[in-house]
């Protein structure tokens, strides 16, 4: 992956310069960015500056080859007091052992204490750019079910919050959207128990091409100045 590039490649002083690039670049996408807020998580922000999340373990590390950079906060009642952990589920025989609360970062199922929790547990995710210096792209939050509709408690505080959906499918969807800020809501879109829960996911796709367009090149540059130094001729 691009980020074990990166932490191979680049100096400590050019991650630092990533970093600092990253501030500031995008001040066209800062308003979308703040309305479409999810528990006090904004896109862009760092992975790194995420308070009270557990992230997963850097790829090839603890021998889990991380497909995401993801860092979640388990809200559900159930893992108070719990220890909480993420990272790809390869087979039954990588759930963390002991009482935990466990996402598996492949496809945001959930564990508590190695059972298979559906609907999922109360939580927020939040996933980052593949670069040196991740940045918040796409943010999930599960929550209990309710009806997305113009007049149920759930539809009027998305509203309150976001405005008037640019799309309503009710009562399982609504969307809004905000130049290449999308945030999607979903209720009971699958049939039976494993169903009956509500999830809110913003994402901006076209931040996370950027930035791992950047990473791209600057990777370019640290295996071109990292070469050997050439025999004399």
């Known amino acids: ?21 990253t501030n500031g670049r995008y001040p066209e996408k800062t308003a979308a960015w703040s309305k479409f807020t999810l528990k006090d998580i904004k896109l862009g922000t760092p992975l790194a500056k995420l308070a009270g999340f557990t992230c997963g373990p850097p790829p090839g590390t603890g021998g889990f080859a991380t497909q995401d950079h993801s860092c ?6 159930r893992c108070k007091g719990k220890r909480t952990e993420i990272h790809h589920l390869r087979s039954s025989a990588d759930l963390p052992k002991g009482q935990t ?22 939580a ?28 149920s408690k759930l539809g009027k505080a998305l509203v309150a919050k976001f405005g008037p959906p640019s799309y309503s ?34 994402s901006d796709d076209e931040l996370r ?10 990777d370019a540059q640290a295996v071109k100045q990292n070469a050997p130094t050439p025999p004399s001729f």
């Open 1 to 21: 992956m691009r980020l074990a590039l990166a932490l191979v490649c680049l100096s400590s002083v050019a991650l630092a310069d990533h970093a600092k690039m």
């Open 72 to 77: 979640v906060e388990f809200l559900d009642e």
């Open 101 to 122: 609360c466990f996402m598996d970062e492949s496809n945001g199922a959930t564990y508590l204490d190695r059972k298979f929790i559906s609907p999922p547990l109360s």
């Open 124 to 151: 927020i995710r939040a996933i980052g750019t593949d670069t040196g210096a991740p940045l918040v792209y796409d943010i999930a939050y599960t929550f209990a079910a309710d009806d997305l509709t113009s007049d």
């Open 169 to 202: 499918n009710a009562p399982i969807g609504m969307s809004w959207t905000a130049g290449d800020v999308r945030l999607n809501a979903s209720c009971r879109s699958t049939a039976g128990p494993t169903g009956e829960y509500c999830s809110l996911d913003v």
């Open 209 to 218: 091409k950027t930035e791992e367009s950047i990473q791209e090149d600057a």
